[in-house]
């Protein structure tokens, strides 16, 4: 195993920066880096404990003050020699120190390398390490604290119960396969049956945390616009869970802003219901059309609903005027169940938010225009949530077979097998079964350092 070295402080002048080793020659490659330490002897001794301490480093063109924090392994975050060289904050004092340890022998370490090597030695799971990496890209309280639960090993302890649930359940199974119903050594179904119960109720309240970690906070914004009666309440209770905007034929039936969660697959967004756009509105309505405007600044994506049974010539030029600038519109034909009012552009979506068709084209559309090349804080926790929602829901089905299995009778080698399949799809979220690609994938999204 080589030794590593990454500046692991955020880029840009400050007090102090820091310069991170890790592997197997950290104690020699500071004891060479200190100046006159071949005079004074090694500053850090073969065995010395975990300590700190000041010194002066040699870069090579000069010497700068250093605090040496020294963590021997297995006590460390790599469970390697850890050392942790903390200097004068400017960049290119710190670049010096850097390019000196990699002329004494260090290797550049790759993004997310530090953590990664923590999950191969077993310091952490791999929901924890993607902690690590909500938590470097959080921008938000609330995507902070959604990423120390996870850090904290809040899936992963549920995660530990149900394995363990799991190869229960399988053992019994297997070790019913060598009696007859009549012998002492049999388990009766009805007792399986619970027990499947049992791992089932306990994967749902595993997805429910999981679900609650991600603050809605942390959600992209989605809000439906366009003129009064273009459909976007009857939309909005289509697509939100449990959606109950008032949806009538008069025209302005909604005065405030509406949310709730949308999903699509495992992917959830906050979806908003704002009052249709007015430009002669007064009074209250005034009010209510200056907060939409508001609203629509703030999201991260706009569906522009479209009458499509009385749009002859297309919508209103004040519609597009009111349009955000620098936020993604996705255009979208709604009442395709009526006679049609005119010709549908190439680039809308036709939907009947009546029927519910085309709504699969829709959520299509979403996804590809929330989900696409975009990188902070937020978005990385989407796409962990969108791991860790999958493997819980092919551990469910899983299991679900395999209890359909018991109460049909079915062989219980089949059932057995049905479970072991559970088990390997949790396995997947701390990563005992997760490809290499995967991970390769994961940890590139770390910075350098971390």
């Known amino acids: 195993m080589t030794t590593i070295v990454a500046i692991s402080s955020p880029p840009g002048p400050a007090r102090r920066g820091i310069v991170r080793l890790s592997g197997p020659d950290s104690r020699a490659l500071v004891n060479r880096a200190l100046s006159g330490a071949g005079e004074a002897g090694d500053a ?94 959080a921008t938000t309280d609330a995507e902070r604290r959604a990423a120390t639960q996870l850090l ?36 009766p179904v009805p007792e399986l049956l ?10 749902a309240a595993a997805l429910r945390w999981e679900v609650a970690r991600q603050a809605p906070a942390s959600l992209p914004r989605v809000l439906l616009f366009g003129a009064p009666n273009a459909g976007k309440s009857s939309l909005f209770n289509r697509l939100a869970v449990g959606g109950r905007a008032l949806v009538d034929a008069l025209a302005g039936t909604t005065r405030d802003a509406v949310s709730g969660i949308a999903s699509v697959g495992a992917a959830r967004y906050l979806l908003l219901d704002a009052p249709g756009l007015d430009s002669g509105a007064r009074g209250p309505d005034a009010a209510a059309q200056r907060l939409a405007a508001v609203e629509r600044e703030a999201a991260d994506l706009v569906l522009w609903l479209v009458d499509a049974s009385v749009a ?19 255009r979208v034909w709604n009442k395709i169940d009526l006679e049609p009012g005119g010709a549908v552009p190439e680039d809308a979506v ?30 990385h926790a989407r796409e962990l949530f969108v791991r860790h929602h999958r493997c819980l829901r092919e551990a469910a089905g899983a299991l679900s077979g395999a209890r359909e299995h018991l109460a049909d009778g079915t062989p219980l080698d089949q059932v057995a097998e049905a479970l072991r399949d559970a088990g390997r799809a949790l396995d997947g979220i701390h990563g005992e079964t997760t490809p290499e690609d995967v991970l390769d994938r994961i940890f590139a999204r770390f910075c350098l350092g971390k």
């Open 152 to 187: 904290a090993g809040g899936l992963e302890r549920r995660i530990r119960g149900l394995r363990d649930g799991l190869d229960d359940l399988r053992a019994l199974c297997e070790a019913s396969l060598d009696f007859d119903e009549a012998d002492t050594g049999h388990v």
């Open 194 to 203: 619970g027990q499947a119960d049992a791992l089932l109720a306990e994967l």
């Open 350 to 379: 036709r939907i009947s938010a009546a029927t519910g068709a085309g709504l699969a084209d829709l959520d299509r559309a979403i996804a590809a225009a929330l989900w696409l090349g975009r990188a902070s804080g937020a978005e």
């Open 44 to 137: 850090l001794a073969e065995g010395a404990p975990r300590r700190t301490f000041a010194g002066w480093f040699d870069d090579g063109a000069g010497r700068q003050p250093v605090r040496v924090f020294w963590m021997p392994g297995p006590a460390s975050y790599t469970r390697e020699d850890v050392a942790e060289l903390h200097l004068p904050g400017a960049p290119p004092l710190l670049a010096r120190a850097y390019a000196r340890l990699l002329e004494l022998g260090a290797r550049a370490a790759e993004p997310g390398e530090f953590t990664r090597r923590a999950f191969e030695h077993g310091r952490l799971d791999l929901s924890q390490a993607e902690g690590v990496l909500e938590l470097v890209h």
């Open 312 to 330: 002859r010539g297309g919508p209103p030029d004040r519609e597009r005027a009111a349009l955000p600038a620098g936020v993604p519109v996705l």
